[in-house]
Every structure is written in C-alpha cells, then in structure tokens.
C-alpha cells in the first residue's frame, strides 16, 4: 500500500485530489463495500495509468515521513514523526555514520511524488539552467528500473547534472532510531537535573523532576524506559539521555 504524509497530500493539485461521495450502482455488493470508499480521501496515482486511488485501500496517510540515510555503498530507510525536534536529528544521523564506520552522512526526504516505479530520486535547483538530480537504486532496484528513470527524467526535465547512488547494504536501524526520538535535547536534560538537584532541599533529587519537568518531557523519559532491557527506572533513563 502506499504511503503519504497529510503535507504531501494536500500539497497535490486539487484537480488532482478529493473525497469519494458517489454512491456506486453497478456495485451489486455496494452495502456491503460501501464503508471502504465513502468519505473518503481519493487521489490519482500520478503514474500516467488514470488508476484513482482510495484512502485505506490502496494508500494510508501517515503522521510519519520516511527517510533515506546513506553514505558511499550503506542506505537505511528510517521513519521520523513531523515534529521532531532538530538535536534528534543530529542523533539518528550521528548513529548511523558510526555504524557504518563513514566520515559523514547523507539524509533526504523519501517523497512518494519523487518516484518513478521502485526509483526515488531526490532534486535540486542548479541555476537557470536546470535541476541537479539524484537517483537511489536500493538493493532490489534492478539496474533496469535506473536506466527507465533516468531516461524519463532526462526527457521530462532539464537536467543539469544526474548522479546514481547505488548501495550495497540497506541496514535495518528503525529500532534505535525509535530509542533516540525519545532523547530530549543534551542542554534541557541538563537544566532539568541541575534544577531538581537545587531544588532537593530534603530527600532525593528525582522526587522533584515532577515539578521540573513539563508532562511531554516525562512522557518522553517513559518512552526511552520502555526501550531498556533489565531492572531499570525512570532516572536511569533520564540520565541516558545526557
């Protein structure tokens, strides 16, 4: 099934996007059918067939956007929530540089409206001259499947400049990256556990991370202790986070 972020959706041109609100009569099973299709969101599938796409049938909108991390011949596809903070960000990419032992790291958006077949490619503006294009084969992406998108790109665009990333290995990190979108910034864990400390006038200093800390931010703490193994608490996870 296909997956869309709410953005991307309603960035699509209305012409091209809308609500199923016609009862259908050449449906002998339309009672029992009708449920998966009324109200809801449709859109075209933008691939050049005509197919209309229906919401919960054969694509879902998600609150998530999906990334593609890589550096020379390692790729992870991962899903960050819109909200993420930026110090986040710089974690996941942190992680998986270290990982695959690369002296940097690459992170683009994964747009289902920047995709031809089983090809994602990425764009930029490269003057007025033309764009700057990028093309992923991902382990599974025929050597096929490149040269058709490149061919419509190159027919369809004015291409400045074309680049094909091809990667050996697409690790699987999407736990780890769950782990540190828990992680509240380096500095606020910091105030947070220099402020408590202050305030501990009697009895220890995580009895008053409740007044130190907002309901998100403890919620945030829990998360990450839901992710650690063995006899742990709520302090430890706090402290993991420094």
């Not at 790729?75 to 909200?83: G, R, Y």
């Not at 780890?176 to 220890?204: F, M, Q, W």
């Amino acid at each position: 099934m296909k997956r869309i972020t709410l953005r991307e959706y309603n960035a699509i041109h209305p012409d091209f996007r809308g609500i199923w609100t016609t009862e259908r009569t050449d449906d002998p099973n339309w009672e029992a059918n009708r449920l998966h299709y009324m109200g809801k969101r449709t859109m075209m599938a933008g691939d050049g067939s005509c197919a209309l796409l229906i919401e919960g049938l054969s694509f879902e909108i998600t609150e998530y956007r999906r990334y593609l991390l890589f550096s020379e011949r390692d790729a992870a596809i991962v899903e960050i929530p819109h909200n993420t903070h930026s110090d986040n960000y710089g974690m996941i990419q942190d992680y998986f540089t270290k990982l695959v032992k690369a002296e940097y790291c690459n992170m683009r958006h994964l747009d289902e409206q920047e995709k031809i077949q089983d090809v994602y490619y990425h764009w930029e503006l490269a003057g007025s001259a033309g764009a700057s294009f990028e093309l992923y084969q991902l382990p599974g992406v025929s050597n096929e499947s490149i040269e058709a998108a490149e061919h419509k790109i190159r027919r369809d665009q004015d291409v400045v400049r074309l680049r094909i990333c091809k990667f050996k290995t697409l690790h699987s990190i999407q736990p780890k990256v769950n782990e540190l979108l828990c992680y509240l910034p380096s500095d606020r864990v910091k105030e947070i556990i220099e402020t408590a400390r202050a305030s501990a006038t009697h009895g220890p200093w995580s009895d008053q991370l409740n007044l130190v800390m907002t309901a998100e931010e403890r919620q945030s703490v829990k998360d990450l202790w839901n992710t650690m193994p063995g006899n742990t608490c709520f302090v430890d996870a706090l402290l993991r986070m420094q």
